[in-house]
């Protein structure tokens, strides 16, 4: 079953326009339900689905049993199982575009003359009402004006203007405004919760935001949008909204980089009056920056004043991104950003950086080189003093030890004693080591211990607070050594 389907409202409750939400449920509060009623917007708006709860709030057989009051249905009675699947008796839905003429209307005039097939009431739903003709629109009208106790008309339409002000006026009206960003999001919820979804950080308002308010397309979005795993990118949402290119920056990037004050600023509004958020594109024009900015910090010869730049520029519209969230105008911290860096002095100094660029999520890496065994002996007393301050044990318990071998950024370190390997294995410690060791090798370094012959040498190079005096040692008393030494 497709989502919007599966997925559309059954209860009061999980109506999404706020709006029609509230009053259905003062509705129930005050257990007095109209005979008329007039749902009026857009397609996709929720009226259909609409006009089947206020049908089961009448035929649910939990509210038939107690008359007095009125509840959300069940959707597990017979009425609310029937209403749901369309095979209700006591539900007529007819559709004015078809069957406009005043012959459909006496029919159906008739036929109200009768009791229920089924159930309390006989619940008409017409839709496009607007459709009919004028004289039919004559004959609804005596039956609103009298109807007989056990009839409802849900009367929906798209073009309410077309609707003659008699009928409206007979009518409980609910206006389907086209769904806010917000409503759309809490629908689309809905389908996360229960499909269990995984869902990227900005999807829900990117597809919110290129759906024009329709509950349906948006539903659909999610749903072509997932992939097998049940997760869905952001990366796949894009395209899809067909609103993607609105969500571009490129155009912006550049004319905030040759600081085009006029042009950016255009192009900012223009995007706003097209409904992007502006949230979302402020987000989009760092992620780009950022990217940039590490693919210039790493080149062979980085350039100071265009990494200075770049790093203004994406400072500048992160701190923009912060103050959007509490902004009465939410456009006005990045406009005031774009105005700022613009008006700064000196001349555009950002240009492309000619190097490829990295992947979007990507830290500046180090240059990554084989490691080489001589240049790693040669600075390994370098490595011990960037950690003596750091770990003075550590420190010590390095002494004792030394490289042995590389392979690729793996680095072999021989280590005499077993609990020597073991603390330096310690997750704590070792990472701390490979930082240090990357930092003075220049290249990531990866590190690995293992136990070697116990030497003369070794022993004597071993940190002396673990050498036992008579110069024997034991793994068990340097136990007791490592214990005073790391606590
Ligand atoms: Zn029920």
């Known amino acids: 079953m497709n989502f919007y389907r599966k997925y559309r409202p059954q209860t009061v409750a999980e109506i999404d326009t706020t709006a029609i939400r509230v009053a259905l449920e003062q509705i129930l509060t005050k257990g007095k339900i109209s005979q008329a009623w007039l749902l009026t917007g857009p397609k996709g708006a929720g009226k259909t689905s609409t006009a089947r709860i206020i049908a089961k709030i009448l035929e649910c057989e939990k509210n038939l049993l107690k008359p007095q009051a009125l509840e959300e249905p069940c959707n597990q009675c017979g009425a609310c199982r029937a209403i749901m699947n369309g095979s209700y008796l006591g539900v007529v839905e007819m559709d ?8 459909d209307i006496r029919q159906l005039q008739e036929r109200i003359g009768l009791a229920p097939a089924q159930g309390k009431f006989t619940v008409y739903v017409i839709d496009e009402v607007h459709m009919l003709t004028a004289e039919a629109f004559n004959a ?24 003659p002000e008699t009928i409206v006026s007979r009518c409980t009206q ?30 829900l308002d990117l597809i919110a935001a290129g759906v024009d ?32 290119q609105l969500y571009q920056v490129e155009e912006l990037i550049r004319a905030i980089k040759h600081k085009n004050a006029k042009t950016a600023l255009v192009l900012v509004a223009a995007k706003e009056q097209q409904g992007v958020d502006l949230n979302l594109l402020v987000v989009k024009l760092v992620e780009n920056l950022r990217s940039e900015l590490m693919a210039a910090a790493i080149v062979q010869k980085p350039e100071p004043k265009q990494i200075e730049a770049l790093t203004e520029l ?21 406009q005031i950003a774009i105005v700022k860096w613009c008006y700064l002095p000196g001349e555009t100094v950002i240009e492309p950086v000619k190097v490829e660029p990295v992947s979007q999520a990507a830290p500046p890496k180090l240059q990554s080189k084989p490691l080489q065994l001589a240049e790693v002996e040669g600075k390994w007393s370098e490595v011990l003093k960037k950690v003596k301050p750091l770990n003075h044990s550590l420190e010590a318990l390095l002494k004792a030890a030394r490289p042995v071998a590389t392979a690729d950024s793996w680095l072999t370190v021989e280590v005499y004693y077993t609990f020597h390997k073991e603390q330096l294995e310690q997750e704590r410690y070792r990472a701390m080591l490979e930082s240090q060791c990357s930092e003075v090798m220049g290249a990531p370094v990866k590190l ?21 005096v008579t110069g024997r040692v034991k793994d068990e008393d340097l136990a007791q050594a490592a214990e005073e030494i790391f606590g």
């Open 314 to 334: 994406v400072e500048r519209l992160s701190s923009a991104s912060q103050e959007m969230k509490w902004s009465p105008l939410i456009g006005l911290p990045l």
């Open 140 to 163: 609804l009208l005596k039956t609103l004006e009298e109807p007989p106790a056990h009839v409802v008309f849900i009367l929906c339409t798209t073009e309410l203007k077309k609707v």
């Open 174 to 203: 609910l206006n389907f405004d086209k769904a806010s960003q917000i409503e759309v999001k809490r629908s689309l919820g809905r389908v996360v919760d229960g499909e269990k979804l995984t869902v990227e950080p900005g999807v």
């Open 213 to 244: 308010g329709s509950f349906r397309d948006a539903i659909k979005l999610l749903e072509q949008a997932v992939d097998e795993t049940g997760t869905v990118k952001l990366i796949r949402v894009e395209p899809l909204v067909g609103q993607g």
């Open 448 to 468: 690995r211990f293992k136990l070697g012959q116990k030497t003369a040498q070794a022993v004597a190079a071993a940190p002396k607070e673990v050498v036992n």
């Open 96 to 103: 004015a575009a078809s069957n406009r003429g005043i012959d």
